[in-house]
Nanobody
Framework: QVELVESGGGLVQPGGSLRLSCAAS????????MGWYRQAPGKQRELVAT???????NYAESVKGRFTISRDNAENAVSLQMNSLTPEDTAVYYC?????????????WGQGTQVTVSS
C-alpha cells in the first residue's frame, strides 16, 4: 500500500517560484520513477518531470531550464522546484509513482495540488 501526499501549491505572480513536495508512504522496491504531471483546464494531462531510481531525470520541453526535480536520500519523497512561472503553468499538479515489476507496472497518484500563476 502506497500513499502519496502532496504540498506546496498555491497562487503566485508571473515570474515567481513555487516548490512542490510529495512524500510516499510504504516501501518502494526495485526500479521505480517518481514525478509530476499536470492538467490544465480544457487540456489533457501531461508529464512535467520525472526522476528514476537510477537517478535519470526527464523534463517536458516547456519546463526545461525552469523546473528542477529531486528526490530525498531515502527516495521516498520528490520535490519540484518551479521558477520563472508563467500563466501557462497554471494547472493541477499530480505526484506520480511508477513501480516496475516483472508482470506489470504499478501506478500511484497523489490527490493533486493547484498551482495558479496570475497577475
Amino acid at each position: 500500500q502506497v500513499e502519496l501526499v502532496e504540498s506546496g501549491g498555491g497562487l503566485v505572480q508571473p515570474g515567481g517560484s513555487l516548490r512542490l513536495s510529495c512524500a510516499a508512504s510504504g516501501s518502494i522496491f526495485g526500479r521505480n520513477a517518481m514525478g509530476w504531471y499536470r492538467q490544465a483546464p480544457g487540456k489533457q494531462r501531461e508529464l512535467v518531470a520525472t526522476i528514476t531510481s537510477d537517478s535519470n531525470t526527464n523534463y517536458a520541453e516547456s519546463v526545461k531550464g525552469r523546473f528542477t526535480i529531486s528526490r530525498d536520500n531515502a527516495e521516498n519523497a520528490v520535490s519540484l522546484q518551479m521558477n520563472s512561472l508563467t500563466p501557462e503553468d497554471t494547472a493541477v499538479y499530480y505526484c506520480n509513482l511508477k513501480i516496475h515489476r516483472i508482470l506489470r507496472d504499478y501506478d500511484y497518484w497523489g490527490q493533486g495540488t493547484q498551482v495558479t500563476v496570475s497577475s
